[in-house]
Nanobody, 124 residues
Framework: QVQLVESGGGLVQAGGSLRLSCAAS????????MAWFRQAPGDEREFVAV????????YYADSVKGRFTISRDSVKNTVYLQMSSLKPEDTAVYYC?????????????????WGRGTQVTVSS
């Protein structure tokens, strides 16, 4: 089992930055492919970014490429999402998730454990 707890969300003006954190408990964090998804009101949950188990492989949704950076710290059992140049359309609940086996994936059905989410609101 892996428990995931997100933090770092909040209200920010357009053009600003936020860093989300996801703390993982459980001994299997190192075997997780970790990702961030987001869900805006009335929309389906969508893929944002993913990082491989070793931390060297990353992949981003086109909508955030060049603005967001995903990383992980295996000592702290934490995955991060650094968000810059935020836009109002980035407003959503952001979820951290773990996939127990490789490879990386971009669909919700392939992930095994989910956090409860953290709200990000970008004002114009």
């Amino acid at each position: 089992q892996v428990q995931l707890v997100e933090s770092g969300g909040g209200l920010v003006q357009a053009g600003g930055s936020l860093r989300l954190s996801c703390a993982a408990s459980g001994r299997t964090f190192s075997t997780c492919t970790m990702a961030w998804f987001r869900q805006a009101p009335g929309d389906e949950r969508e893929f944002v970014a993913v990082v491989s188990r070793g931390g060297t492989g990353t992949y981003y949704a086109d909508s955030v490429k060049g603005r967001f950076t995903i990383s992980r710290d295996s000592v702290k059992n934490t995955v991060y999402l650094q968000m810059s140049s935020l836009k109002p359309e980035d407003t959503a609940v952001y979820y951290c998730t773990c996939k127990r086996r490789p490879p990386t994936a971009t669909t919700t059905s392939e992930y095994d454990y989910w956090g409860r989410g953290t709200q990000v609101t970008v004002s114009s």
